[in-house]
């Protein structure tokens, strides 16, 4: 059982910049690819970015392309997300998730996670 906890949402303006970070329980987190997902109210999860575990295959959603940033640190057991040039539709909470099965791909759909953590709320001010 991986336990992921998310930091770091918050409150901005439109146009600012918020740093999510995940954070494992397991040193097997290494061999796991890990995504971020968000779900704003009234609508369904969606996919946002997603890392394999080596770091060579990045996916991003294209409504985040160019403004967001995944990143994976082995050694400390986490993941983050950069958010750029935020936007009021940005608002949503964000939940981290690790792919135990399929650690070689960055996969987009919901199903391809077997852990996810208990979300973090970020609000793009207009």
């Known amino acids: 059982q991986v336990l992921l906890a998310e930091s770091g949402g918050g409150l901005v303006q439109a146009g600012g910049s918020l740093r999510l970070s995940c954070t494992a329980s397991e040193r097997t987190f290494g061999t796991y690819a890990m995504g971020w997902f968000r779900q704003a109210p009234g609508k369904e999860r969606e996919f946002v970015a997603a890392i394999n575990w080596r770091g060579d295959t990045i996916r991003y959603a294209d409504s985040v392309k160019g403004r967001f940033t995944i990143s994976r640190d082995v050694a400390k057991k986490t993941a983050a997300l950069q958010m750029n040039s935020l936007k009021p539709e940005d608002t949503a909470v964000y939940y981290c998730?690790?792919?135990?099965?399929?650690?070689?791909?960055?996969?987009?759909?919901?199903?391809?996670?077997?852990?996810w953590g208990q979300g973090t709320q970020v609000t793009v001010s207009s």
């Open positions: 998730a690790a792919d135990r099965d399929s650690p070689w791909a960055a996969g987009a759909s919901d199903t391809d996670y077997e852990y």
